[in-house]
């Protein structure tokens, strides 16, 4: 399951036992989102005038 959410870039948080006896990993994952993302994109407001 976890493999199918990753190939398509679904974020989802599915920790099993297995997972969890190696928790460093988990932290390792999981800081990946904790880092954000840097690149902000503005919307274009004349873009969205077309529409209206």
């Given at each position: 399951?976890?493999?199918?959410?990753?190939?398509?870039?679904?974020?989802?948080?599915?920790?099993?036992?297995?997972?969890?006896?190696?928790?460093?990993?988990?932290?390792?994952?999981?800081?990946?989102?904790?880092?954000?993302?840097?690149?902000?994109?503005?919307?274009?407001?004349?873009l969205i005038q077309e529409f209206l």
């Open positions: 399951m976890r493999e199918y959410f990753q190939k398509h870039r679904i974020t989802t948080l599915i920790y099993t036992d297995t997972n969890l006896a190696k928790i460093e990993t988990v932290f390792e994952e999981i800081a990946a989102y904790l880092q954000g993302n840097k690149k902000v994109s503005q919307l274009e407001f004349n």
